[in-house]
């Protein structure tokens, strides 16, 4: 696609639900980031894949996070028993070449998540 | 370890006045830098990077921001305000360094620009 395409924008959540987010990456794109926004704050890293490969997932916050990206293009973040903490914008961004290849790191539009 | 600092939440100007964002940064490498915007409900857009080369780096909608190694900043400019750069701006920066977490973009906690009719 053109663009870095999340889905779904808005989700809202009872706590102690499962949640799964799906993040689409431009195509060919060899690297994807999730990153966690809370209110009023700036982008957090969670984790990062390389193709197929999740080469660091150094930020994630608990056990209760994971993702993946089978086939190294299309990827999933899973938060289960969401917990109120959990409420957050989650973008998902992509780029050509591994990371410190100073590529430029597209960002996609994001998917809101309330847990209420 | 890296990190960055954004002088000032928020940001007030006139139209058609200078937008002065600043941004100073932390790294033991030399850095890649970068300006996002963020405009409400929408995803970060790259304004301009800087990796190598030329310090001061122009970038879209008239923006442009120069490293400065030696105060180790990268503040984001603007001669003349619009209405339409209303939007939240951020700092990033990453490592030069291959391999290692030091590649992932470290961001700043962000600006909030307003600008005034």
């Known amino acids: 696609g053109a663009g870095v395409s999340q889905s779904p924008r808005y989700k809202v959540a009872k706590r102690g639900q499962d949640v799964a987010l799906r993040c689409d990456p431009i195509?060919?794109?060899?690297?994807l980031f999730w990153y966690q926004q809370a209110l009023g704050q700036g982008p957090e890293f969670l984790t990062y894949?390389?193709?197929?490969?999740?080469?660091?997932k150094s930020g994630l916050p608990s056990d209760r996070f994971f993702a993946e990206r089978p086939e190294g293009s299309v990827s999933t973040l899973k938060i289960q028993r969401t917990q109120q903490e959990d409420s957050a914008v989650y973008l998902c961004a992509s780029s050509l070449g591994g990371r410190s290849s100073g590529n430029t790191i597209y960002f996609g539009e994001g998917s809101w998540l309330t847990v209420v | 370890a890296q990190s960055v600092t954004q002088l000032g939440s928020h940001v007030s100007v006139s139209e058609g006045a200078l937008v002065l964002l600043r941004c100073n940064y932390s790294s033991s490498v030399p850095p890649y830098l970068f300006w996002y915007v963020q405009y409400p409900n929408q995803g970060l857009q790259l304004l301009l990077k800087?990796?190598?080369?030329?310090?001061l780096v122009k970038g879209i909608n008239g923006f442009e921001a120069e490293f400065k190694k030696s105060e180790t900043s990268f503040h984001l400019t603007k001669p003349s305000a619009h209405m339409s750069d209303a939007a939240e701006y951020f700092c990033?920066?990453?490592?030069?360094?291959?391999?290692?977490?030091?590649?992932?973009?470290?961001f700043g906690k962000g600006t909030k620009l307003s600008v005034k009719p």
């Open positions: 800087y990796t190598t080369g030329a310090t």
């Open positions: 990033a920066v990453s490592s030069t360094l291959y391999g290692g977490s030091q590649g992932n973009l470290i």
């Open positions: 195509s060919g794109h060899v690297s």
């Open positions: 894949f390389q193709n197929e490969a999740q080469l660091d």
